[in-house]
């Protein structure tokens, strides 16, 4: 079969799949509506089972979307800085309820030494974790899934191990395979088309990678990739890299892997000791040790004990202890477990709880008491979730010819707090901006009948509308954005879309959309659009509080030393002997202050070309930096059109 039919084919599949996700989007978006009112444990279970069996079902539809574009010519990845730690704690949140549910320890453990800063494709890094934590979920019934991220030179390795029913050694080199099923009645039970491994491998040999499978000693498997990476990050001062607190923290976990992940993220925030048991006997027996005799524990972290009689003890002998008797005392807990199983004396000795897995920003925030961790209540935990107004105050229509689409996507922004107006077509949406000039935002479906999404975006800008328009499709082909953006839309919302990712596009534009002169957030838009793919302006103005004066006086600043840096740069590589030291601290100074401004472009061709000056490969440094100073022209025209349009 040859490219042209294989791309067609890929097409025809595109569109079949957005009639699929359609009824999709209907039943997860109801479930997540249901979701927020006052349900009781029975009904939230129901609940939990229909969002399950959709999100299985859209999992499905991505994988064989995903694996068709990859044998065409549209899969594309990225290249841009990202946090690989912060993206791995999010991915396994995602999952850990499940998890939890069946007994499991969910633990992540990542290297210090890993970057807080790499370059790389995010999206797709996301989707290969997720898809092996996934499968740790479904074939472990008991026991613990580890998720462990390392740096092996210039290398990333992601590890997910699991308890579960492990891997033959025989058909360990056929599960990265299309469509092999390692366990046939599990995928029946689970959803599986036997795409999601194969999917895993080429990404991940796309990203230039490897991806295996060993055998976990203790039983169970070991799902691992390594990835190459460079550092996108600005170098730390010593001052930076060390811990500035020098509390003394008590740890009591029943799991050696808990442990041992633990003590290694609270060794990087504090300078003082961490001290580490397995149960409360074995945390009185080392505070009797005479090396503790002075020594203060300001914090201690303890798992519920499996007795209410060793609870009693914990809460009686440990509150007692010279060593702990003024430390505050932190419940950890699996997130959703009512954490105190109502025993006396419990809940008056926990001063608070923190969620399970455990994170690093939990920690911190703990630790400099930069956060409150009240105990919640069975109530916070299953009752219905409030909406922030987040839209308070903003005029949106929603244009989209699906009555159920319609009526839930009119639902979650109202409860927004946003005034809505409805349109059931793009001549409706034509009719409604007119009848309505009040109208700040615009969700406008791409497919409808009489006129389109499309066609109806082109009319109302015509007609002067200058508001922010997003445009909702079930295509996440991200090449579509660029020709959308031509024809002035200025977001894209991917269907189905969900409760979050409405709120996120709502807040990115809501600064925007405070400007009393519609005309006033064209312009800034326009810049936003222009800039896009050199310079992300909205992190930016969120990087400095929305604040013009200062977002004008750092970007003056960028530009000034950047204009400066390419001109000794130039003058530099000009000499017939150039001084690679000095032309290395020029790069590096370049890339810490591109990315200090959201301009990752410009990040990414100084680390090209630190790369190209470290080989000694000075044509492709050339090439590297002129396309450089070409997209400097360009941001500087941009930079002068975002300041006068503030």
């Not at 009689?309 to 005392?329: D, G, Q, T």
Request: hydrophobic share 40%; aromatic share 8%.
């Amino acid at each position: 079969m040859d490219i042209n039919s294989i791309e067609a084919g890929s097409r025809l599949l595109a569109s079949t799949l957005h009639e699929i996700r359609t009824p999709i989007q209907t039943i997860i978006s109801s479930a997540e509506l249901l979701e927020a009112t006052s349900l009781n444990t029975e009904q939230t279970e129901y609940t939990r089972q229909i969002e399950l069996s959709a999100n299985a079902l859209l999992q499905l539809a991505n994988d064989v979307l995903d694996f068709t574009k990859m044998q065409t010519s549209s899969f594309k990845l990225e290249c841009i800085p990202y946090d690989a730690a912060t993206l791995t704690e999010r991915v396994v949140d995602t999952v850990c309820m499940e998890a939890f549910k069946k007994g499991l320890e969910v633990i992540t453990d990542i290297d210090p030494a890993l970057p807080s800063s790499i370059m790389g494709d995010p999206v797709r890094i996301q989707q290969v974790i997720l898809n092996l934590v996934k499968n740790a979920v479904k074939f472990t019934e008991k026991g613990f899934i580890l998720v462990r991220v390392s740096v092996n030179k210039a290398k990333a390795l992601f590890e997910i191990i699991d308890s579960g029913i492990g891997i033959p050694k025989e058909k360990q080199n056929l599960v990265f395979n299309e469509f092999y099923q390692i366990d046939s009645s599990t995928a029946r039970r689970s959803y599986g088309t036997g795409l999601g491994l194969a999917i895993c491998h080429n990404l991940v040999k796309m990203m230039g990678g490897t991806i295996g499978v060993l055998q976990n000693p203790s039983g169970g498997s070991n799902f691992w990739f390594s990835v190459p990476f460079e550092s996108a990050e600005i170098t730390q001062t010593d001052e930076q890299k060390t811990p500035s607190l020098k509390d003394n923290i008590f740890v009591i976990e029943s799991s050696a892997l808990a442990r041992k992940a633990l003590a290694r993220k609270l060794s990087v925030l504090t300078q003082g000791m961490v001290v580490c048991a397995k149960n409360c006997s074995e945390a009185e027996h080392i505070l009797s040790e005479a090396k503790y005799n002075d020594v203060k524990f300001s914090t201690a972290l303890s798992v519920l004990p499996e007795s209410d009689e060793e609870s009693a003890l914990l809460a009686n002998n440990l509150s007692c202890s010279p060593h702990l008797r003024n430390a505050e005392f932190l419940l950890m807990v699996p997130e959703g477990t009512n954490e105190t199983r109502s025993i006396p004396g419990i809940r008056g000795f926990f001063s608070g709880v923190i969620r399970k897995p455990i994170k690093r920003e939990q920690l911190k925030n703990i630790l400099s008491h930069e956060n409150s961790m009240q105990i919640h209540t069975a109530q916070e935990q299953f009752g219905s979730q409030p909406f922030p107004k987040i839209a308070k105050g903003l005029v949106i229509l929603i244009a989209e010819d699906h009555p159920v689409n319609r009526k839930l996507l009119q639902t979650f922004v109202e409860r927004f707090g946003a005034e809505i107006f409805l349109a059931e077509d793009g001549i409706e949406a034509v009719e409604q901006t007119e009848r309505h000039p009040e109208i700040d935002m615009i969700f406008m479906d791409i497919l409808m009948p009489r006129k389109n999404g499309l066609d109806a975006t082109v009319e109302i800008r015509k007609k002067g509308y200058r508001g922010i328009i997003v445009a909702c499709t079930a295509n996440n082909d991200p090449s579509i954005f660029d020709s959308y953006k031509e024809i002035g839309i200025n977001d894209i919302l991917i269907k189905p879309f969900k409760k979050d990712q409405i709120q996120q596009t709502i807040e990115k534009w809501n600064s925007l959309l405070t400007f009393q002169d519609k005309n006033d957030i064209l312009s800034l838009v326009s810049v936003y659009n222009m800039a896009s793919k050199l310079w992300d302006v909205v992190d930016f103005m969120d990087t400095t509080g929305n604040d013009p004066e200062l977002s004008v006086s750092v970007m003056d600043e960028y530009m000034d030393q950047t204009r400066s840096i390419l001109v000794k740069l130039k003058e530099e590589v000009a000499k017939q002997y150039p001084d690679f030291q000095t032309i290395e601290l020029y790069l590096h100074t370049l890339k810490g202050s591109s990315m200090s401004v959201s301009a990752n472009k410009f990040s990414s061709y100084s680390q090209k070309m630190q790369k190209s000056i470290s080989e000694k490969n000075m044509v492709e440094f050339e090439a590297t930096r002129t396309e450089f100073a070409l997209d400097f022209l360009r941001l500087t025209d941009i930079v002068e059109k975002w300041k006068s349009s503030l």
